[in-house]
Each structure stands twice: as C-alpha cells, then as structure tokens.
C-alpha cells in the first residue's frame, strides 16, 4: 500500500513558479514509478511528467516540455514538480500518483493517487 499527500499548490502569477511536493508513506517507495497528472474543470485528466523508480528516465506531456521538470529523493519518499513560466493554462488540480510499472504515462497504469492540490495562474 501506498498513501500519497500533495502539498505546494496556490496561487501564482503568469511567468512564475512553483514546486510540488508529493509524500508517499508506505514500504518501497523506491520500487514504484511515479507521475503527476492535472485535471482542468469541465476537461479531462492530462499527463503531465512521470519518473521512474530510480529517477534515472523522465517523460512530460507536450504542453508542459521544457517549463516543468520532475524529480524524486527516494531517501525523503517524496517527488518533486518544479513548475517554471507558468502560464494561465497551467490551472489545473495536480495530483501525484504511483505505479508499479518501471515508468507510465497513461492515467491507466497507476494503482495509488493523491488527492490532489489546486494550482492557479493569475493573468
């Protein structure tokens, strides 16, 4: 079992930054892949980066490439999203979630998520 709670979300204005957190408590932390997914109201929930268990293969969606980066400290049983140049269509709830598969990218090979944490970019 894997418990995760997000933190670091709020409000920022366009062009600045933030940095998600995720806390995963639970044995093996290091063995699990782990993503952030963002859901917009009224639109579906899109991949945004994934990492795999050690850290050493990232992937991100198209709309996020080179603005965010994904990281994990798998000594601290937490992942990172550190958010750059945000822009008003950044505004989303994230949610951080945890996969037994190596590394995924699809909303469907993740078995353990957050409950997510609101993100809003200011104009």
């Known amino acids: 079992q894997v418990q995760l709670v997000e933190s670091g979300g709020g409000l920022v204005q366009a062009g600045g930054s933030l940095r998600l957190s995720c806390a995963a408590s639970?044995?093996?932390?290091?063995?699990?892949?782990m993503g952030w997914f963002r859901q917009a109201p009224g639109k579906e929930r899109e991949f945004v980066a994934a990492?795999?268990?050690?850290?050493?293969?990232?992937y991100y969606g198209d709309s996020v490439k080179g603005r965010f980066t994904i990281s994990r400290d798998n000594a601290k049983n937490t992942v990172y999203l550190q958010m750059n140049s945000l822009e008003p269509e950044d505004t989303a709830v994230y949610s951080c979630?945890?996969?037994?598969?190596?590394?995924?990218?699809?909303?469907?090979?993740?078995?353990?998520w957050g409950q997510g944490t609101q993100v809003t970019v200011s104009s």
């Open positions: 639970g044995r093996t932390f290091s063995s699990y892949g």
């Open positions: 979630a945890a996969t037994q598969t190596y590394v995924a990218v699809t909303q469907y090979e993740y078995t353990y």
């Open positions: 990492i795999s268990w050690s850290g050493g293969s990232t």
